[in-house]
Antibody, heavy 118, light 106 residues
Framework: EVQLVESGGGLVQPGGSLRLSCAASGFTVSSNYMSWVRQAPGKGLEWVSVIYSGGSTYYADSVKGRFTISRDNSKNTLYLQMNSLRAEDTAVYYC????????????WGQGTLVTVSS | EIVMTQSPATLSVSPGERATLSCRASQSVSSNLAWYQQKPGQAPRLLIYGASTRATGIPARFSGSGSGTEFTLTISSLQSEDFAVYYCQQYNNWWTFGQGTKVEIK
């Protein structure tokens, strides 16, 4: 059974940093595309970042240069390092597995809340 | 960036009735279109991909249609558990989501 469990969210001051984790089970992270999606309170879904199975990484313009996606193959875990955080980064962050044959998001974690506030 | 526009923003439907949700893309996305359901406090759940293919375990009352720039999600007979927010997503050029349609009880 595929499971994704995020952790690492919390309250951080503007300009601060936070690292989110997404522990996966039931499949191999390194063999799949993996993504982060966020949802600001009461708002819709916004794609944030993706890491391809080959290791290439891509980001939404809103986070480029501030966020870094990575993975630890030995731990089967996905990460999102968030630096220079802003109030507008406040959101629930979801990790999602990208389907292999047709690149929609077939499995999602339960999300972790990041609040950027002084 | 491909902009996805969903309509209506809110749909009031009685249980047992049919619901039709629309999604329009600012440029063609072929059939690279998915639909997700989200209930309060929960993660999105995949319903439809490839514009019309139901995901594993999704009931047959959910159906998707369309291609290019115009797409529809139809729920043939609304059940109590179907009242939620529905998002379309294109994956033809990166990933973008519509703003959502809330299906509420009439």
């Amino acid at each position: 059974e595929v499971q994704l469990v995020e952790s690492g969210g919390g309250l951080v001051q503007p300009g601060g940093s936070l690292r989110l984790s997404c522990a996966a089970s039931g499949f191999t992270v390194s063999s799949n595309y993996m993504s982060w999606v966020r949802q600001a309170p009461g708002k819709g879904l916004e794609w944030v970042s993706v890491i391809y199975s080959g290791g290439s990484t891509y980001y939404a313009d809103s986070v480029k240069g501030r966020f870094t996606i990575s993975r630890d193959n030995s731990k089967n875990t996905l990460y999102l390092q968030m630096n220079s955080l802003r109030a507008e980064d406040t959101a629930v962050y979801y990790c999602a597995k990208v389907a292999a044959a047709d690149i929609h998001f077939d499995y999602w974690g339960q999300g972790t809340l990041v609040t950027v506030s002084s | 960036e491909i902009v996805m526009t969903q309509s209506p923003a809110t749909l009031s439907v009685s249980p047992g009735e049919r619901a039709t949700l629309s999604c329009r893309a600012s440029q063609s996305v072929s059939s690279n279109l998915a639909w997700y359901q989200q209930k309060p406090g929960q993660a999105p759940r995949l319903l439809i991909y490839g514009a019309s293919t139901r995901a594993t375990g999704i009931p047959a009352r959910f159906s998707g249609s369309g291609s290019g720039t115009e797409f529809t999600l139809t729920i043939s007979s609304l059940q109590s558990e179907d009242f939620a927010v529905y998002y379309c997503q294109q994956y033809n050029n990166w990933w973008t989501f519509g703003q959502g349609t809330k299906v509420e009880i009439k």
